[in-house]
């Protein structure tokens, strides 16, 4: 069964970095980061294929924030500079066995746990 395990998540001023990590368990094709703040849908960060293919960024994520992948140990990253206190949520990896699948979450197929992203001003 896939597992998705997401780690660094933490509290940071405004302005500061933080790089959160989602190990996975088993195969993907594709993968990416969603983020929910209270009393908030679910929305998209970034998403990619493991090819490279298929990327995107929501608008409030481009240029800030970066989605990579390390393949040899099926690990993707979310790297987010310049962090404001509206970037404060809940993040979720996410990933699927279906290319191009992980932009939108009706088509995400495994879920990580969350991890909570708090920024102060």
């Known amino acids: 069964q896939m597992k998705l395990v997401e780690s660094g998540g933490d509290s940071v001023q405004a302005g500061e970095s933080l790089r959160l990590s989602c190990s996975a368990s088993q195969y993907y094709y594709c993968m990416g980061w969603f983020r929910q703040a209270p009393g908030k849908e679910r929305e998209l960060v970034a998403s990619m294929d493991i090819n490279g293919g298929n990327m995107k960024y929501a608008d409030f994520a481009e240029g800030r924030f970066t989605i990579s992948h390390d393949a040899s140990k099926r690990i993707h990253y979310l790297q987010m500079n310049s962090l404001l206190p509206e970037d404060t949520a809940t993040y979720y990896c996410?990933?699927?066995?279906?290319?191009?699948?992980?932009?939108?979450?009706?088509?995400?197929?495994?879920w990580g746990q969350g991890i909570q992203v708090t920024v102060s001003s």
């Open positions: 996410a990933a699927a066995r279906t290319y191009g699948a992980c932009a939108s979450s009706d088509n995400v197929r495994f």
